[in-house]
């Protein structure tokens, strides 16, 4: 068969650069090891197993994953190591992670000691154990303890049947609203100050801390230059995308994952429809992709199978027919809102992935 081209896509087809990714895989991989920390990647950005496995070959010690149900595609999947960064709550899931547990190297994030007695409880019918990293609050205020109540909760999880208290994780996602590159290290730190409160309290229980585990894309380049860390889990740095390049840990020949969308209309001169919108990129922040390569061309309206461009200067010789790379808002959102994923090399068409774990909420 013909090698496939880019040409040869239809669209919207969300697209990866295989030679950027690879680049920006090396290089956290090389960072973290300098640093002397495990890389775990959240791999919820993707959520393709081929791609976790392409980390793990690139040396991550495992994944990191939000949810149950995309844990148990992963390990179908052949993905062993898997931590779950996040809280599994309600008795539909406690015997599905128990099972997890008995079948792979599993971990779970905790913040509340009736989660872990019903985790313990569904462990102990299926007679496996399940390693627990307390989850701790670094300043997000989404989940997790306060640092000062990590000793109480890793001292009460760890005399649970079943349950292996294995260490604490902190994730400082709040580092990406930082005005600027200083602000953002601040943020990172001061999320560094809480974890190693929460291992001091933890430490005055007598229990070991085999792994704190913490780091966005962000403040991952920050974080694992601590003391504290001995795992981060960024998860976007493998594609990087708008926001990551106004964080100031990317520039735009950093973003490897377009969306490749066409002209459908040229209503006036200044004013091109792309048929990619809102369901081909997801808006949940509310701004808008960039263009690649479009002096002159920017997005500015989204209805949900349209983009509105609006055109100056050369730009506005874009015609109908027209192929154009745009790159995403936020990466995470964007592939969720794909069934597969375009591999390409130099243009040719390297590998079409199934998002695997597409939808995978529950
Ligand atoms: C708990 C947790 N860890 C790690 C990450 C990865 O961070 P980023 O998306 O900045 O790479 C996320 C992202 O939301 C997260 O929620």
Redesign the pocket.
């Known amino acids: 068969m013909p090698t496939q081209t880019i040409d040869d896509l239809d669209t919207p087809s969300l697209i990866v650069d295989m030679d950027i990714m690879e680049r920006n895989l090396q290089r956290m991989a090389n960072f973290t090891r300098e640093c002397g920390v495990n890389l775990r ?2 791999v ?2 993707h959520k393709i197993p081929e791609i976790a496995k392409l980390q793990i070959d690139g040396g991550a010690k495992g994944v ?1 994953l ?1 949810k149950l149900s995309e844990a148990e595609v992963f390990a179908t999947r052949g993905i062993t190591d898997i931590f779950i ?2 809280e599994v709550v309600g008795k539909q899931k406690y015997p599905r992670l128990a099972r997890l547990a008995d079948q792979i190297d599993l971990k779970v ?1 905790i913040d509340h000691y009736e989660n872990a007695v019903e985790i313990s409880k569904a462990c102990s019918e299926v007679g496996t154990e399940l390693k627990v990293l307390v989850d701790v609050d670094v300043g997000l205020h ?1 989940c997790g303890v306060l640092p000062v109540e990590a000793g109480i909760l890793a001292d009460k999880i760890s005399k649970l049947k079943n349950l292996v208290f294995t260490g604490i ?1 902190g ?1 400082d ?1 709040q580092a ?1 609203s930082g005005k600027s590159k200083s602000e953002r290290e601040k943020i990172s730190n001061e999320a560094m100050d809480q974890i190693a409160i929460a291992q001091k309290e933890i430490r005055k229980t007598g229990h070991e801390i085999k792994v704190t ?8 380049w920050t974080d694992a230059r601590r003391p504290e860390v001995t795992e981060v ?5 493998l594609f990087n995308a708008v926001n ?1 390049v106004e964080a100031e840990v990317a520039t735009l020949d950093d973003c490897a994952l377009t969306v490749l969308s066409t002209v459908m209309s040229k209503p006036t001169e200044d004013r091109a429809i792309l048929d990619a919108g809102s369901k081909a990129f997801h808006f949940d922040h509310c701004a808008y992709p960039w263009l690649v390569g479009l002096e002159g061309a920017q997005i500015y309206g989204f209805s949900e199978e349209h983009a509105n461009v609006s055109l100056k200067g050369a730009s506005r010789s874009l015609k109908l027919g027209d192929r154009v790379q745009a790159i995403p808002q936020h990466c ?1 959102t964007c592939i969720n809102q794909h069934d597969e994923m375009v591999a390409l090399r130099k243009g040719n068409v390297e590998n079409v992935w199934k998002v695997a774990a597409r939808g995978m909420m529950k």
């Open positions: 990647p959240h919820k950005t990191c939000q960064t996040n994030a989404r994780m994730y996602g990406m585990s913490v780091g966005s894309s962000v403040s991952t889990q960024p998860g976007m740095y990551l995470c």
